[in-house]
C-alpha cells in the first residue's frame, strides 16, 4: 500500500478537526504534523502538550482515517541564542515522549544553519565546527528517543550544515542507536548549482539510507532563470525526475511515508496522479 502523506499546516491553521477533514477530502492516508503551525492556540513551546490533548489530536486525524507520518519539532541546533536552542531541545524531547499517544513513532527535524532564522547556507555550515555540534545536540536527542521508543528523524538540505547525503551519513554513523532515521528530501538538497544532477545525489541517498530512510518528502520545481533560483510547483509539474526516482523508492523504501511539502492544496490531486503514475 503507497502511503501519502501531507504537511498539515500547507492547507493553514484550524481546529484538529477542521484541518482533517479538509485533508481528508482528498486521496491521502496520512499527515506530517506540526502541531504549533497546524492547530489554533498551540504555542509549539515545551510544557504546553499532555496526553490527553495529544490523544485528542490524533483522534481528530484517525477519525477521518489519516495516520500521523511524522511529528515536526524542527529546530536550529546551532542556532547563535542559545537559549533559544535549549527551549527548542527541551520542545523537541517532549515530542518524543509523547509521540505515542499519537501512533507515531518519528518526531522530525533538519540539521540548522549558522544563519539563525534564515536556515540558508553560511559557509560555516561546512565546517567540522558544524558537525561537532550537530552531533552534540542530536547524540542527546537520539538517547531521549530510545528511553521513549520513538525516533529522531533527520534530513539535510543544501544549504543546511548536513548539506548532502555524505556529510548526513557522518552525522548519522556517529549518534545511530538504532532510533535515528532518516527524511529524504531531494528538492532540498538542489539549488542552482547542481540541479542537473538530481538523480546522481538522490541515488547515492538511496545507497548510503536506504534501510533506515522512512520518510521521503515530495516536491518539484521550475527554474526560474530571471532571478537564478528553484521554484516549488505541484509534482509532475516541474524538472524532478519522479519517472526513476518512484520505481527505486518501491523496491528500496516501500514502507516509507511519501509525503507532499509545500504542494497546494489545489495541486494534491494532480500530484497524487503523479505518485500513482510512476510509483505503479
Request: with cysteine; charged share 30%; hydrophobic share 35%.
Amino acid at each position: 500500500m503507497i502511503k501519502i502523506s501531507y504537511r498539515a499546516h500547507d492547507y493553514g491553521k484550524g481546529t484538529a478537526e477542521s484541518v482533517a477533514k479538509k485533508v481528508a477530502s482528498h486521496k491521502l492516508t496520512a499527515v506530517q504534523l506540526v502541531i504549533n503551525k497546524c492547530i489554533e492556540g498551540e504555542s509549539g513551546l515545551a510544557g504546553t502538550l499532555n496526553p490527553e490533548k495529544c490523544k485528542a489530536f490524533y483522534k481528530a486525524f484517525a477519525d477521518e482515517g489519516l495516520e500521523i507520518s511524522l511529528l515536526g519539532a524542527y529546530f536550529n541546533p546551532v542556532h547563535s541564542d542559545k537559549n533559544k536552542v535549549e527551549q527548542m531541545i527541551a520542545k523537541f524531547k517532549e515530542h518524543l515522549k509523547y509521540a505515542k499517544y499519537f501512533n507515531c513513532k518519528y518526531v522530525g527535524t533538519e540539521t540548522g544553519s549558522f544563519n539563525d532564522d534564515k536556515w540558508t547556507y553560511n559557509p560555516l555550515n561546512r565546517t567540522e565546527e558544524a558537525l561537532a555540534e550537530d552531533i552534540r545536540i542530536f547524540k542527546d536527542l537520539a538517547e531521549c528517543a530510545k528511553e521513549n521508543d520513538a525516533c529522531l528523524a533527520i534530513e539535510g538540505a543544501y544549504g543546511h550544515c548536513m548539506y548532502s547525503p555524505d556529510q548526513l551519513k557522518r552525522l548519522f554513523d556517529a549518534i545511530n542507536n538504532g532510533h535515528v532515521k532518516i527524511t529524504i528530501d531531494i528538492y532540498n538538497y538542489l539549488d542552482i548549482s547542481n540541479y542537473t544532477e538530481q538523480v546522481e545525489i538522490f541515488k547515492r541517498a538511496i545507497e548510503l539510507f536506504k534501510n533506515d530512510t522512512v520518510i521521503f518528502h515530495l516536491k518539484d520545481f521550475v527554474v526560474d532563470k530571471e532571478n537564478n533560483k528553484l521554484v516549488q510547483v505541484g509534482l509532475g509539474q516541474g524538472l524532478m525526475r519522479w519517472d526513476i526516482f518512484f520505481p527505486i523508492i518501491k523496491k528500496e523504501c516501500p514502507n516509507a511515508y511519501l509525503t507532499f511539502e509545500g504542494i497546494k492544496p489545489e495541486d494534491i490531486d494532480s500530484s497524487i496522479e503523479c505518485v500513482y503514475k510512476y510509483y505503479r
